[in-house]
């Protein structure tokens, strides 16, 4: 996972698979498949870990709260080990492998979508100021998104901070009416 993550799909060879690995190149195959259904399974296991910044969002009960700490855990991921390279699902959106790759990261940025959406609707059920529900989700999924995106490119972190100080003040403005 971390090989795709970090070189992305076109870049991995054969041979870094199997070094990786320790595995021959034909024991690679023979236990895995090809280069796109191991590929398919490291996307899997990536969005399986993503499952612990969804979770404040998708299980939350705490509104704002809950949007604060999915970007805590956002940045934890892209500050930890793996996190130069930014997000794997936003590298493979822009040029997925194959149509199972391309439904994976669907699911992803719908699953992103509602979580933001039904904080929205938990927030305003709190009695916090928050923007309309379907138009929050649009803006704070794009936001995220971009976000991720630049952290591959921010090797020093400094524009990946700022963006994500941005988005901790957006969201701290919803404060009780």
């Known amino acids: 996972m971390s090989l795709f ?3 992305g799909f076109d870049g991995v060879t054969q041979q870094q698979m199997a070094t990786v690995t320790g595995l021959s190149t034909s024991s690679l195959y023979n236990s895995f498949g090809t280069k796109a259904e191991i590929y398919r399974e490291a996307m899997s296991e990536y969005l399986r870990r993503m499952q612990f910044v969804l979770d404040p969002l ?3 009960n705490r509104g ?3 949007v604060l700490e999915m970007l805590a855990r956002i940045e934890s991921v892209l500050r930890g080990p793996d996190g130069g390279f930014g997000c794997m699902a ?3 959106m822009s040029a997925p492998v194959d149509e199972e790759v391309a439904r994976a990261t669907r699911r992803y940025r719908e699953r992103l979508r509602a979580g933001f ?3 929205a609707e938990r927030s305003r059920g709190l009695g916090e100021s928050a923007p309309e529900p ?3 989700a649009n803006v704070m999924t794009a936001a995220v998104l ?4 630049i952290a591959r490119a921010d090797a020093e972190g400094d524009e990946l901070s700022a963006h994500v100080e941005a988005l901790r003040s957006f ?3 919803w404060r009780q009416q």
Do not use: P, Q, S
């Open 5 to 7: 993550w970090r070189i």
């Open 58 to 60: 998708e299980r939350g």
């Open 64 to 66: 704002r709260e809950d």
């Open 90 to 92: 936003t590298m493979a």
């Open 117 to 119: 959406c039904a904080v």
């Open 134 to 136: 379907a138009m929050l």
């Open 146 to 149: 971009g976000t991720l995106t």
């Open 171 to 173: 969201v701290n403005g």
